[in-house]
């Protein structure tokens, strides 16, 4: 049971979002508070600093409209917490726990705190099974293994929201469909972003196994820092002891790492590079590592953190931060995006660094690495000429470097672009990748074993 | 005659390379319309599976939508009658004043949190238990009860010095209790354990 609740009306200022309520000598670092206005209205704050006569609480809903007088601050003995379960399957809430979905409150479940527990790195189990998103630039050559975290790396005005969407209707782990469910974490984004998720996962029938947690741009900062925590606490909770396996996907981290610069800022802390807070690549790490299989659990959680960079720059902050603790980067190409090409993958710039454990003979099939390395070095080919082709001409170019413009050009084609409802099986896109590979001249085919190409590419084309 | 033999060969040779050009026009003709009938045939399967596809999906999404409704119509229900019980409860626990365990309890309280200058906040049916209460709590000055019929049980104690108010309100206990319980209550009432 909660401890006595203590009540104030010692608010003696206000700055921001942030109220100082004096007298308090034992507020906890972390503690939620709850803020009856004069006129009877209540919101919910958390402390977050607490000194010996006064406590500075950061109130979720902003300060406007709360006076110092006729104010009381309620300190609720306790940190934040949400009530998870299975019942939130199927149910759209905000970073409280709280259902928007017009239906009431879950009633099962149990409450943990948001902020989680680190793993036990020694109780860690290293990511082997492969998940098929159903996406061939992901699946072929990409591979998003089951506990491994690989974010997607956007930029402004790119089908990134399609792609998750997509992402969080497809994928499965083959053979466990049933157990496997996609918790949802929406950060900041926009009423007609809301509406499109909502949709699109009630329209397709995936609503049933996803969880949504939204948080819409005009809400406050610190409401938008609490959704992929609590997002991840019902991912955790459905890993761990339900035994499922999780697919937490976070869009935009950009917005979550904007409001952690504006929360920063109000708290006059020092600022980092260009303005985000220097604990910001702890702060991520503490929701990154949020991931992962446990030893003795069947579950597990994998993330698809995704993110837009400002100007398509990768070296900012925010994806350079998040590229050094997660695993790999699935980078999306806006001239790709502008020949009309979905998903605008660039399989160049992206890679799982996983992948090549859960490939392959016993886990997908046997020819999956050959055909990623050809593919990949043949398109890398394809490219470079294209640079060459642009200064001497095609007419300059010889007979099989000619083939490689074709190569590249159907790769991008027929590989790389699929349709926004296309669910590709791994096969499908093997078997794709070995068609255009068939542009390409035999001996031009170094990576791949003659055995696969006789029974894989020959098969095919008979 | 040898004239009418010559115009004979001639027109036989002719009719002979008729025939095969005939039958080679022919032939391709009947691979044009094979050609062109696959083709029509692949377009009109793929675009019938989309369509298939298509239905199937609308009809998963009224499926999975039903099944979201269905649940929350459930949970909807559950909680209207968990709500219904805690309601009753309200009622119920106007028993419990008369109690001396809520004497008790009450005396417990004021013995643990009262201190100089504090103001007691409790029903007005219990304020003649408080000050008696108060009485034996020697050298306690300037301790002030106050009546509030907003209150149904317990006490509220306000410190004026330090703005502080500390709830003991049973209404709060009762939701606390209520609200971390409500899962065994769901249980009980719905699936009869």
């Known amino acids: 049971m909660q401890a006595s609740i203590r009540e104030f009306s010692s608010v003696s200022s206000i700055k921001g979002p942030l109220m100082v309520v004096q007298g308090v000598t034992d507020a906890s670092y972390n503690e939620i508070v709850e803020v009856e206005m004069s006129n009877g209205e209540k919101r919910r704050g958390l402390v977050v600093d607490s000194q010996l006569g006064l406590a500075i609480v950061q109130v979720f809903e902003g300060t406007s409209g709360i006076s110092p007088g006729g104010s009381r601050v309620r300190f609720l003995g306790r940190g934040l917490e949400v009530k998870v379960s299975e019942e939130m399957l199927g149910r759209i809430f905000n970073p409280l726990g709280e259902p928007i979905d017009g239906g009431s409150p879950i009633i099962k479940g149990e409450r943990r705190d948001i902020n989680g527990e680190p793993l036990n790195p020694a109780a860690r189990e290293y990511p082997e099974e492969f998940i098929q998103t159903g996406i061939s630039a992901i699946d072929g050559l990409n591979a998003l293994l089951r506990g491994q975290k690989l974010p997607i790396f956007s930029g402004s005005g790119l089908p990134a929201n399609q792609l998750a969407a997509q992402i969080a209707k497809q994928a499965t782990v083959r053979g466990e469909e049933s157990n496997f469910v996609v918790v949802f974490a929406a950060i900041g984004i926009r009423y007609d972003e809301a509406l499109f998720f909502r949709k699109f996962f009630e329209e397709t029938g995936a609503i049933n196994r996803v969880a949504l947690f939204m948080s819409l741009a005009n809400e406050p900062s610190v409401v938008k820092t609490l959704t992929p925590k609590t997002a991840l606490t019902l991912a955790e909770y459905l890993a761990f002891e339900q035994d499922l396996h999780v697919l937490a996907i976070l869009i935009d981290m950009t917005n979550y790492c904007e409001a952690l610069r504006e929360i920063s800022a109000s708290k006059e802390e020092v600022p980092g590079r260009q303005g985000y807070p220097g604990y910001m690549y702890t702060d991520l790490a503490t929701i990154y590592e949020r991931t992962g299989k446990v030893k003795g659990k069947k579950g597990s959680i994998t993330q698809m953190p995704i993110l837009s960079m400002p100007n398509d720059d990768i070296t900012h902050p925010i994806p350079d931060l998040t590229g050094y603790i997660t695993e790999g980067q699935i980078v999306l190409d806006r001239s790709l995006y502008n020949k009309g090409i979905y998903p605008p993958i660039n399989v160049l710039t992206s890679l799982s660094r996983l992948m090549k454990d859960g490939i392959g003979a016993g886990k997908t099939r046997e020819d999956h690495k050959d055909v990623y390395n050809q593919l990949y070095s043949s398109y890398a080919r394809g490219v470079e000429l294209r640079g060459l082709a642009a200064i001497v001409g095609e007419e300059g170019l010889s007979e099989t470097d000619r083939k490689y413009l074709l190569f590249a050009d159907a790769f991008e084609r027929e590989f790389i672009s699929q349709g926004v409802n296309e669910n590709r099986t791994l096969e499908q896109t093997l078997d794709i990748g070995w068609k255009v590979l068939s542009v390409l001249p035999e001996r031009e085919l170094t990576n791949v074993r003659q055995e696969y190409i006789d029974k894989y590419m020959k098969g095919a084309k008979s | ?193």
């Open chain 2, 1 to 193: 005659m040898e004239l009418a033999k010559l115009l004979d060969q001639a027109s036989s040779k002719v009719k002979v390379k008729l025939e095969e050009d005939l039958s080679r026009a022919k032939e391709e003709a009947l691979s044009l319309i094979d050609d062109a009938y696959s083709k029509a045939m692949e377009r009109a399967s793929i675009k019938t599976k989309e369509l298939v596809d298509r239905s199937k999906e609308r009809v998963e999404g009224e499926k999975a939508r039903l099944d979201v409704d269905n649940k929350r119509a459930f949970i909807d229900t559950r909680n209207f009658w968990l709500d219904r019980t805690y309601s009753r409860l309200l009622e119920l626990v106007a028993d419990y004043f008369k109690t001396a365990e809520y004497e008790e309890a009450l005396a417990n309280i004021l013995k643990r949190e009262v201190s100089e200058g504090v103001e007691v906040i409790c029903s007005s049916r219990d304020v003649e238990k408080v000050n008696s209460i108060l009485k034996e709590l020697k050298g306690m000055k300037g301790v002030k009860v106050t009546p509030n019929d907003k209150i149904k049980g317990g006490v509220q104690l306000y410190y004026k010095e330090i703005s502080m108010m500390k709830d003991f309100s049973i209404e709060l206990l009762l939701k606390q209790i209520f609200e971390s319980n409500k899962e065994k209550v769901a249980q009980i009432l719905f699936e009869g354990e």
